[in-house]
């Protein structure tokens, strides 16, 4: 956690130096050191010393930020005599951008946007630095009648300087069917190159579940209920699918540059060598074996044919099987969830329905690189939340995020791994979602 904060001072030190000579420099940082809400329900971001906090998802500007160590949460905006209510400009508030998402990324807010004009939808990535004093617009990627509808069907991500902008194009009347699209957006240099849109409908998704590892973007593709994976190339754009079993449905993370894991709906862990393209089975990390002990007695009791010494305890074995909802992965480890998302593969839908009588959401089991069991981890949201029906789970910096539509929770990573996590309140400031809307294109 330290050197972490070092690293990034640093990097901030030479951004600010560079941005002071004329010439921007853009940290070229991972995806996934930056972001615990990527999986998450609302777009709270997390930075070396607090929380930023952007409304999403059709809702006007609305940016705040968290600071842990004094506890103060305040408006995004510099102006010392601004209202921050929308009537003036200000970089914290105003009715002039709808929020899709946004991406804490090298020390600034990105953010994307749609701008309405009397005829026309802009879609817009703004920058936002993370005082509030700027807010440059980089780029209009998209420019549509405002007779289209888009619908913002992933939140965007950045990985190694470029942002990727997934969108879903339809109409007025017909949200339900039409082309999806994904473009990338390079921070350092401004270029834009966008993917060949697909169509998307009932049967077809389109791209979805963008993770970000070393030189490439990984996204899975759907279309007409059939899943591929591939990857985009980030040093020279060119697109190459994995050559996966044909039973992938769709789960997968990136564990390594060579390593692929991804799930078969039969209880089959597959792990791919993207080197070889070879696919490996591996079926015993859905098995959990159990042993239960009996003693003597209860042992002539169960089985009265059996011969029985006396004084002896008996061990039993039980093979259970779960099935794989979900994984993710923080560089060490693979979490596998039985029933809670990780990802945000539906807008947002990255949780679960929580079963009300057990108040347990459901199992994350901890799988080390040999894919032995380490911990099975029961999520028990009981108490955690007056509105506890939806929430995702993301690790970042040793910490386990469990997030819900009104709070974010922690939990240090060391006590996830020994089984029984204690959630505590990191975040519970201002959180605007309307639960009403989640389900409103699925
Ligand atoms: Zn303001």
Known sequence: MKGKTKISIIVLALFFLLAGCGKEEIPIEDFVQSNPATAAINNIMKSD???????????????????????????????????????????ATSSKYEINSTYFYGGSLYLDVVEATETELLYKLLRVSADGSELTELVTYLMLNNDSVVIASQPMMIHRGVAVLPYRLGSIGNADEGVTGTYFYNLVTGELTALPEL????????????????????????????????????????????????????????????????YYSGETLF??????????????????????????????????????????????????RYKCQDMMTDGTYLYVAETVDFHNVNMLLPGMVVDAEEMIAGYVHVLDRELTEIAKVPINIKGLADYYENFSIKILDNTVYLQTVNTVYGCPLQDFLAGEPVFTTVYDHVIEINPGTVWQWQ
């Open 199 to 262: 169509e998307y409908g009932a049967r077809s998704n389109g791209r979805e579940r963008f993770i970000g590892h070393g030189d490439y973007i990984y996204f899975n593709t759907q279309m007409n209920r059939k899943n591929t994976l591939s990857r985009y190339c980030l040093t020279d754009g060119t697109v190459e699918e994995l050559e996966l079993l044909n039973t992938y449905v769709g789960i997968y993370e990136v564990m390594d540059e060579d390593t692929v894991y991804y």
């Open 271 to 320: 792990e791919y060598k993207i080197s070889t393209k070879e696919t490996i089975p591996h079926e015993e990390a859905f098995l959990k074996r159990n042993m239960t002990y009996f003693d003597a007695d209860d042992m002539e009791l169960l089985f009265p044919d059996l011969e029985i010494t006396d004084g002896l305890t008996y061990g039993m074995e039980t093979i259970d």
């Open 49 to 91: 010393t607090g929380y930023y906090y952007s409304a999403a998802y059709g809702k006007n500007l609305s940016l705040h930020y968290d600071d842990v160590e004094s506890g103060q949460n305040i408006y995004l905006c510099s102006k010392p005599e601004c209202r921050h209510d929308g009537d003036v400009f200000c970089t």
